[in-house]
C-alpha cells in the first residue's frame, strides 16, 4: 500500500517515512488503533518502503502481499486441533487488498465464521519462530505483521514475546491492535508504541465520493473508514440506525401510560442483538449522537444540527423538547455504559433490554 492511499493521518505517515529515511526503524512497534483508522494501512505503507529502499523492484510484490519476506499473523478458529494462519491466508489476501481498512467482525463474516473464536495460538507463535529462522529469500529484511495482536492466548503471548527479546537478524515486526488492554505488559516494554487516533472527519469528507451525504456520513463514521465506506457504498446501515432508533424511542413514550409497550422494547432488543458486536456499538455510538442533536435543537442551535429524523412522519420538534440537561446525562451514561458491556461480550440481548427500559424512565424527567 503506498502512503498516498492512506486516509489523513498525514503526521503519522510523516513520523514513520522519517523512521525509515534515518534507518530509525525499531526492530518491534505496535501500531495501536482501531482498524478503521489505519492501522494496518500504515503497516502495510511502512513495509512497502523498507522493501523499496532494499530493492525497488519488489514494491509490486508487497503491494499484492506475495512478497516471500514480508509475513502475517492474524486470528482464526481451530479446526481439527489446527489454528494455523496460514491456512486462511487466501481468504486474509483477498479481503485486504479489497479492503485494507476490515475489521475484525469483517474477517469473521468474510470466513462465514462469526459464531467461532478466533484467536492467535501458540502453534501459531511457533510457526513464525520457525519461518523466521530461514534465510530471507531476497537477502534482505524480513517483516512480520501481526494484525490483531490482542487476540494472542497467553501461551502464544509468551512465545511472541521470547521472539521480541532475541529477533533474527534485520527482521522488522509490527504488531496491531485497537488498544494496549489485552497486551502484556512484558511485550508492551519490548514495543515502540505508535498511538493511531480516528481519523479527522475532514480527511473523510474529502474522500467520500458522495459529497451530498459526506457531511452526515463523516460524523457517523467517527473518523473510522470502513465505517464511512460501507455507509457511502450502502446507505442502508443509516436508515437502518435511523428507523430503530425512532422505534425505541417511541415505544419509550408510550410505555408510561402502556406498560404492555415494554414488550415491544424486548422485542427490539433482541432484533439488534443479532447483529454482530461492532455494528451493534455503532448503532449506540449513533444513538448518542443523535441525543446529542436533538438537545442542540432544544436549545436553539439549529445550524449545529446536521442531521434531523422525519422517517415516518417523525416529529423531530416535537421529540427534542424532551432532551435537555436535565436527562441528557443520564441517557449519554447508560448507552455508553451498554457499549462497554458488549464490548467485552457481555449478553446483548439482556443488556439492549434494559438500556431500552431505562430510557423510559429518562426521556420524561422534566427539564426544571
Known amino acids: 500500500m503506498k502512503w498516498e492511499q492512506i486516509i489523513g493521518q498525514q503526521s503519522i505517515t510523516n513520523l514513520l517515512q522519517d523512521s525509515i529515511r534515518n534507518s530509525r526503524v525499531g526492530h518491534a512497534q505496535l501500531f495501536v488503533g482501531e482498524e478503521g483508522f489505519g492501522v494496518l494501512p500504515l503497516a502495510l505503507a511502512m513495509a512497502r518502503e523498507i522493501f523499496e529502499k532494499e530493492n525497488p523492484a519488489s514494491v509490486h510484490k508487497v503491494e499484492n502481499l506475495n512478497h516471500l519476506d514480508l509475513h ?3 486470528p482464526v478458529f481451530s479446526e481439527k486441533n489446527v489454528s494455523l494462519s496460514k491456512r486462511f491466508f487466501d481468504n486474509f489476501r483477498e479481503m485486504i487488498l479489497d479492503n485494507p481498512y476490515s475489521s475484525f467482525d469483517d474477517w469473521t463474516s468474510f470466513l462465514e465464521s462469526e459464531n467461532k473464536q478466533f484467536f492467535i495460538s501458540a502453534d501459531e507463535a511457533e510457526d513464525i519462530g520457525q519461518r523466521f529462522n ?5 537477502g534482505g529484511s524480513k517483516i512480520l505483521i501481526v494484525w490483531r495482536a490482542d487476540k494472542m492466548n497467553d501461551a502464544a503471548a ?7 527479546e532475541e529477533p533474527p537478524k534485520n527482521t522488522y515486526i509490527i504488531l496491531c491492535a485497537p488498544s494496549t488492554n489485552d497486551i502484556l505488559p512484558t511485550i508492551l516494554s519490548r514495543c515502540q508504541i505508535v498511538n493511531v487516533p480516528r481519523i479527522n472527519d475532514e480527511d473523510i469528507l474529502e474522500n467520500l465520493p458522495d459529497k451530498e451525504s459526506a457531511k452526515e456520513i463523516a460524523y457517523q463514521a467517527q473518523g473510522n473508514w470502513n465505517l464511512a465506506r460501507t455507509f457511502s457504498e450502502n446507505n442502508v446501515a443509516v436508515s437502518e440506525f435511523e428507523s430503530l432508533f425512532i422505534q425505541w424511542v ?9 406498560p404492555e409497550v415494554l414488550r415491544e422494547i424486548v422485542k427490539w432488543a433482541r432484533q439488534i442483538s443479532e447483529w454482530n458486536r461492532e455494528k451493534q456499538m455503532k448503532f449506540l455510538s449513533y444513538c448518542i449522537e443523535i441525543f446529542r442533536l436533538a438537545m442542540l435543537q432544544n436549545y436553539g442551535t439549529d445550524d449545529l444540527v446536521y442531521k434531523k429524523l422525519n422517517e415516518g ?4 420538534t416535537a421529540f427534542s423538547k424532551f432532551i435537555h440537561g436535565a436527562n441528557i446525562v443520564s441517557i449519554v451514561e447508560e448507552i455508553t455504559q451498554a457499549s462497554y458491556h458488549i464490548s467485552r461480550n457481555a449478553n446483548s440481548k439482556i443488556v439492549l433490554t434494559d438500556m431500552g427500559i431505562k430510557l423510559t424512565r429518562y426521556i420524561h424527567k422534566s427539564a426544571s
Not at 417511541?250 to 402502556?258: G, L, V
Not at 412522519?313 to 423531530?316: C, K, R, T
Open 250 to 258: 417511541r415505544n419509550a413514550f408510550q410505555a408510561k401510560k402502556k
Open 72 to 74: 502475517f499473523s492474524f
Open 134 to 138: 530461514l534465510k530471507s529469500f531476497e
Open 313 to 316: 412522519n417523525f416529529n423531530w
Open 158 to 164: 509468551n512465545k511472541i514475546l521470547k521472539f521480541l
